[in-house]
C-alpha cells in the first residue's frame, strides 16, 4: 500500500471508539428484539432531514415522511428531488461495495440524477469550497483510487477509517456538487459494513445540529494537513448519535421492559419473584410489565411456572 492519509491516532480517538463500540452493543443486543419497523423509519427520516439540512434543503422531517409515503408535498422541484435522490441512495445502504469507486459513482448518480447532468461522473474543472482549493481535476480518478485502496488495505478501526475517509473525499471533491452528502452516505455505509445496527443511527442528524462545528473541523483539517481534528469531530457525533438511539430505544419501551427483557434473555428459567427483588418492585408489578411485554409478542413462557422457561422474542 502506497498512499497513506495523514492523521495522528490520539488518546481522545481511542477513548472515543472505546465508548462507541460500548454503546453501539447496547443497540445490537436489543435490536431485534426492541426497535420495531417504527423506529426504524423515524431514524431513517432523521437521516435524510439532517444530511439535507446541512446543505440547505429544509423541507424538513414532516414532509420527507410525506414523499416516502407517496404524497406530493410543497416545494420546489429541485427540494423535491434531492429529497426523493436521498431517499434512493440511503435505500441502498446494504447493498455497496465500499471499497469499489464504481458503487460510489453509482449512489452519487442515484442522488443526484435529477439534479446533475453529469451525475455520476468525477468532475472535469476547478472547484473550491470557501477557502479550500480542490485537487486539480485531471488527478481526481488517480487520487480516489489511492483512497479506495487505502480503505481496503488499512487496519484501523472503521470508526477511524470512516472518518478519515470522509475527510479526504471532501478534500478530494471528487464530484462537481453533493460531495457533502455523499461522503456522510460513504461513512455511514462503511460503518454499517462493520455493524448493521448504524442504518438504525442518524449520525447526519447530530452533524446537522452541529453543523458550524462540523464545516469547521473541516477547515482546520485543511490548515493543518491532516484529519485528526475532524476524526475527533466525527468520532463525538457518532457517539453522541447512538447514544441518542439508545435513549429512544429505552425511552419507547420504558426502562424497566428493557431490564425485564434482559433478564430472562441471560436467565431464561428465572421467576418474576427473582426479578422483582432485582429492581426492587412488588411481584405484582412485574407480573404486570410481564403480561404488557407478552401482549407485544416481547416475551412468551413455555411450560409450567415451576418447569417452564422464558423466550425473548425478536420482533422486525
Request: hydrophobic share 35%; charged share 25%; with cysteine.
Amino acid at each position: 500500500m502506497c498512499y497513506k492519509p495523514p492523521y495522528t491516532i490520539t488518546t481522545k480517538m481511542i477513548g472515543l471508539v472505546s465508548e462507541i463500540s460500548y454503546a453501539i452493543a447496547s443497540i445490537e443486543l436489543d435490536e431485534r428484539s426492541l426497535i420495531t419497523p417504527k423506529l426504524r423509519k423515524k431514524n431513517r427520516i432523521k437521516t435524510l432531514a439532517g444530511t439535507l439540512e446541512i446543505e440547505g434543503n429544509l423541507l424538513g422531517e414532516e414532509k420527507i415522511t410525506a414523499i416516502l409515503n407517496g404524497k406530493r408535498v410543497l416545494g420546489t422541484v429541485a427540494e423535491v428531488s434531492e429529497v426523493e435522490g436521498a431517499i434512493a441512495a440511503y435505500e441502498r445502504l446494504s447493498s455497496y461495495n465500499v471499497y469499489d469507486v464504481k458503487d460510489l459513482q453509482t449512489s452519487h448518480k442515484i442522488l443526484m440524477k435529477n439534479i446533475l447532468r453529469d451525475a455520476g461522473r468525477f468532475r472535469t474543472r476547478q472547484v473550491s469550497v470557501g477557502e479550500h482549493v480542490a485537487p486539480p481535476s485531471e488527478r481526481v480518478p488517480a487520487l480516489m483510487n489511492d483512497l479506495f485502496e487505502w480503505l481496503e488495505k488499512t487496519d484501523e478501526h472503521p470508526l477511524i477509517k470512516s472518518s478519515v475517509f470522509h475527510y479526504e473525499f471532501e478534500f478530494i471533491h471528487p464530484f462537481f456538487d453533493g460531495n457533502g452528502r455523499i461522503g456522510r452516505l460513504w461513512q455511514t455505509a462503511i460503518l454499517y459494513q462493520w455493524k448493521s445496527a448504524f442504518s438504525l443511527i442518524p449520525t447526519e442528524s447530530i452533524i446537522r445540529d452541529n453543523q458550524d462545528d462540523y464545516y469547521l473541523a473541516l477547515e482546520r483539517s485543511g490548515r493543518d494537513g491532516t484529519s485528526t481534528l475532524f476524526i475527533e469531530f466525527m468520532l463525538q457525533s457518532i457517539l453522541d448519535a447512538v447514544k441518542s438511539s439508545v435513549k429512544s430505544s429505552v425511552k419507547k419501551f420504558g426502562k424497566t421492559d428493557v431490564e425485564v427483557l434482559e433478564y430472562f434473555r441471560s436467565n431464561p428459567t428465572g421467576t418474576i419473584k427473582e426479578i422483582a427483588e432485582m429492581l426492587h418492585l412488588t411481584k405484582r408489578a412485574v407480573e404486570k410489565q410481564v403480561a404488557a411485554l407478552k401482549s407485544k409478542n416481547l416475551l412468551s413462557r413455555t411450560g409450567s411456572s415451576r418447569n417452564g422457561y422464558w423466550s425473548v422474542k425478536n420482533k422486525g
